[in-house]
């Protein structure tokens, strides 16, 4: 009856509408629909472009409101509402305030999506990712064969691409984590990669744990280094005296590698306190048992930059 | 007949999910007793929110009073003239559908003005009186009472007389059928196609397709009844029935302008309107066939972003180019 024409976007705000959205995927799901029209649907229900990410599996799907697929022009939005399950990613391209079903349309696709992916592709990442990537980054493979492997791993030839180094791992062009140790290299084309890879792998020197004995950033830009970077040649960083001489003060006060990093990171002894989570007049008292035991200033800027400098080679050390 | 007891072909996954999703809006079956409510609307099933017919001023609009057959009331056409075209226009006679009992002449307007943009064609949309109120010949034969005067007034409405088809879906889709017969054997209008979208041409109401259907999807066996029913009265299905009522009844199908037929091959007109294009290569004339498959019947309307309604409006959009500009 071609007059009872019910447009799916319009649904309304009642209850009913997210009944009818856990309907309609399950409907999908039940009539064996693939990727394109998971993403479709979540595209037409929340009135807006959807987009799944897959990196493991190198799956990149994006759907207009109006049903028709659009590769992605720009970077995703951290700011969309998205949810993730597993390796996949499901992203509603909305900056305004959500709409009425978005929490249930994200739940119920990348659940189907994720059903699809592990009924079609395997559980398991595409196989041999961590063999194109190590070719990727091996700056005495032959050009061509880097091209080629870029190419199966989805990196266009003239964009732009940046090596991300993880204690369990090498990644290429993947977001940085919400938690962990990452190195990231500079953004260069592909044929560069071998050269972000090892900054990227630089830059993991610098990184910390963040915790009491080990208090720094754990995720560090090469790019953000400076000369700072010059420091990852010194052969034998837990040599260096003032290296020495942390590790001693720090075995007399637990708390003095995490005093010192908020000390020297910050504008004022006020902003370290909070950063600290430690009373004014404590840190104050801290600074000077600090001093004392390190035999030097911290707060005068000759002394700020050689604790700084201490704290980097100690990481360095750790990080070898 | 044993593939009448077979079970019907699956829906497409997409449209089997939209339509889980408004099941209980869209019954299958349509008892005559439903028509009243069928024509009030309301909730999801009402028709979109008034469409701006003149797209932001892209198309005049004006609903012109026209004579209707002889002896009949006055007819009302709308009438959509591109502004910004230059060059020829074409124009689409278009036949709305809802079962010969519901609608009226904005129903399905919006493809209309997509293809007058795309091509250039002043759109003519026809409100031919209802059934049960009005039965056959009636609104057949407002149709053709508006078709002809769109035809001789080609010059006024500002365009080339040879480029006029005929388009409908559904119940407009067999109007549509019926007006290029009565043009034909009345010498009527010429015209350069007839554009059938899920065409209901058969009162018979007895195909595989209709049997297998019966109960599910959209517009099923007793909804067709209910429809042929209102038109037909204790005539339907029966021996004494027009082709100009019932396209399928037609027994001479040639000297027929181009045809295009589409259809779901999950709905109850699917093998009456493949039958109809068969007939009409059998008659030595020309049609182009699509059968979706998954399709219910009116898949594109409803769920117009679905993958298949994509692909079934753009196969229309490429024979409407072969027609307009080969």
């Keep these: ?320 | 007949m044993t593939t009448t007891q077979a079970p019907p072909p699956p829906f497409d996954p997409e449209l089997a999910a939209a339509l889980n999703a408004v099941a209980d809006q869209i019954p299958s079956s349509v008892t005559p007793e439903q028509i009243p409510l069928m024509r009030q609307g309301g909730g999801a099933l009402a028709q979109l929110a008034a469409p701006d017919l003149t797209r932001d001023g892209r198309f005049t609009v004006e609903d012109r009073t026209v004579p209707g057959p002889d002896g009949a009331p006055d007819i009302s056409l709308l009438i959509c003239r591109p502004t910004g075209t230059t060059g020829t226009l074409g124009c689409v006679y278009h036949t709305h559908g809802g079962g010969m009992i519901v609608g009226d002449n904005r129903s399905g307007i919006g493809e209309m003005l997509d293809w007058a943009e795309r091509f250039g064609l002043v759109v003519v949309s026809v409100e031919y009186r209802l059934a049960p109120e009005t039965p056959h010949p009636g609104p057949v034969e407002d149709c053709y009472a508006g078709l002809v005067w769109t035809a001789a007034h080609a010059t006024d409405l500002g365009y080339d007389p040879d480029r006029l088809l005929v388009a409908g879906a559904s119940a407009g889709g067999g109007l549509a059928a019926a007006l290029a017969l009565l043009s034909r054997d009345r010498g009527g209008p010429s015209l350069l196609g007839q554009m059938l979208i899920y065409p209901m041409l058969d009162d018979r109401n007895n195909t595989p397709s209709a049997i297998q259907m019966a109960g599910r999807g959209v517009w099923d066996r007793t909804s067709n009844q209910t429809g042929w029913g209102a038109l037909l009265g204790d005539a339907a299905g029966g021996p004494d029935v027009s082709p100009y009522a019932a396209p399928a009844r037609a027994t001479d199908l040639s000297n027929l302008p181009p045809a295009y037929i589409d259809a779901g091959s999950a709905e109850t007109f699917r093998d009456e309107d493949v039958a109809y294009a068969t007939h009409i290569w059998q008659s030595g004339g020309r049609a182009e066939l699509h059968v979706w498959p998954g399709g219910f019947h009116g898949f594109d309307l409803m769920v117009p972003t679905a993958a298949i309604s994509q692909d079934a409006r753009e196969a229309r959009l490429h024979w409407l180019n072969r027609l307009f500009n080969a």
């Design chain 1, 1 to 320: 009856m071609r007059d009872l024409a019910v447009r799916l976007a319009a649904l309304d705000e009642d209850a009913g509408a997210a009944l009818r959205v856990i309907a309609y995927f399950d409907g999908l799901i039940e009539a064996g629909a693939g990727l394109q029209s998971i993403v479709r649907g979540a595209a037409v229900l929340a009135d807006c472009p959807a987009r799944l990410d897959d990196e493991a599996r190198r799956v990149h799907i994006r759907v207009l409101p109006d049903g028709v697929p659009s590769p992605a022009p720009l970077a995703a939005d951290k700011a969309w509402p998205h949810l993730a399950a597993g390796s996949v990613t499901l992203r509603l391209e909305r900056s305004g305030p959500p709409g009425p079903v978005d929490a249930m349309v994200l739940e119920r696709a990348v659940s189907a999506a994720r059903t699809v992916l592990d009924r079609t592709r395997g559980r398991a990442p595409a196989a041999d990712t961590t063999a194109l990537v190590e070719l990727l980054i091996d700056a005495a493979g032959p050009a061509d064969a880097r091209l080629l492997a870029a190419r199966h791993l989805g990196l266009p030839a003239d964009t732009p691409a940046y090596v991300l180094v993880r204690p369990e791992g090498v990644f290429i062009n993947v977001d940085e984590p919400t938690s962990g140790r990452a190195g990231i290299g500079p953004a260069v084309p592909v044929l560069e990669l071998p050269a972000s890879h090892l900054a990227a792998r630089t830059a993991l020197r610098f990184t910390a744990a963040g915790t009491e004995e080990d208090p720094g950033p754990q995720v560090v830009s090469y790019a953000e280094l400076g000369a700072l970077a010059a420091l990852a040649t010194v052969p034998d960083p837990g040599a260096v005296p003032d290296v020495q001489a942390l590790e001693h003060a720090a075995a007399a006060a637990p708390w003095l590698l995490q005093t010192l990093h908020a000390v020297t990171t910050t504008t004022s002894l006020r902003a370290a306190a909070t950063t600290l989570r430690v009373h004014h007049s404590t840190l104050q008292d801290r600074v000077i048992h600090a001093e004392h035991l390190l035999g030097w200033s911290i707060r005068d800027p000759h002394g700020c930059l050689r604790t700084q400098l201490a704290l980097a080679l100690r990481r360095l050390h750790r990080n070898p």
